[in-house]
């Protein structure tokens, strides 16, 4: 089998450096990680603000709103007072000394390795953790004649 090349390009949202092999790569611009789909959620919400703020999406609102009211006008969540209230003792939880650190204030540290760690003797891809070529593209492949 003749050796392929991969491509080596920067996530677009954490700047994360992926290595990518050519049957994962379909033009991808994000990691491995959640940042593909932390994107199309942030570009679901941009969308959905800009329909609400058109006339159609506005109507659509006020419909649906005037749906919903309608349907709460049935319900009844509140019940009446009791004809006669009871006494209730409510207790304080025990004070601690400040100078004490309480057990649940304690919130262990994460410690992050600032040491060197060597790249894999072999590249591997960030997507199906394949063994790649020495051949590294910085560009998309071209297709065509």
Known sequence: MPETSHR???CARCAQQVRICRPCDRGNLYCAGGCARLRRRESLRRAGRR???S????????ARQ??????????????GSLAVASAVTVSAPAIDSPGEPRHD???PVQTRSLAFEPSPAVPR?????RALSAFTRLGFLRGGP
């Open 8 to 10: 080596l390009y920067n």
């Open 51 to 53: 329909y609400q703020l």
């Open 55 to 62: 006339f159609r999406g506005a109507c659509h609102h006020a």
């Open 66 to 79: 005037r749906a919903w009211r309608a349907r709460q006008a049935d319900k009844v969540t509140h019940h």
């Open 105 to 107: 204030d304690i919130v």
């Open 125 to 129: 891809c960030s997507f199906c953790r």
